[in-house]
């Protein structure tokens, strides 16, 4: 699955060098997590990091993904 963030997303910056893809960037709101690069940190981290930094807890799944969808997207990303 890719992750995604809420409106509880205070923009506090901290999801952001913990992502090992790149993932997240300030959107015009809120941050917000490309689901192109989000491989739930499968190939990098055991869990997602975002989700452990995050201080304000507004980051859930959103796209469902299979391990192998993640993994491959994860080797695309990291040739
Ligand atoms: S789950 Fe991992 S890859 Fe996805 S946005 Fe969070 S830190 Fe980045
Ligand atoms: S760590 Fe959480 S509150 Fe902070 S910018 Fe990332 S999603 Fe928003």
Redesign the pocket.
Known sequence: MSLK??D?????????P?CPNDA?T?GDV??V?DPDRCTECVGAEDSPQ?QL???????EVGTEETQDQLMAKFKALHP
């Open positions: 963030i809420t509880d997303c205070t923009s506090c910056d901290a999801c952001v913990a997240i300030a809120i941050y997590i975002c930094v995050c201080p304000a807890d507004c980051i």
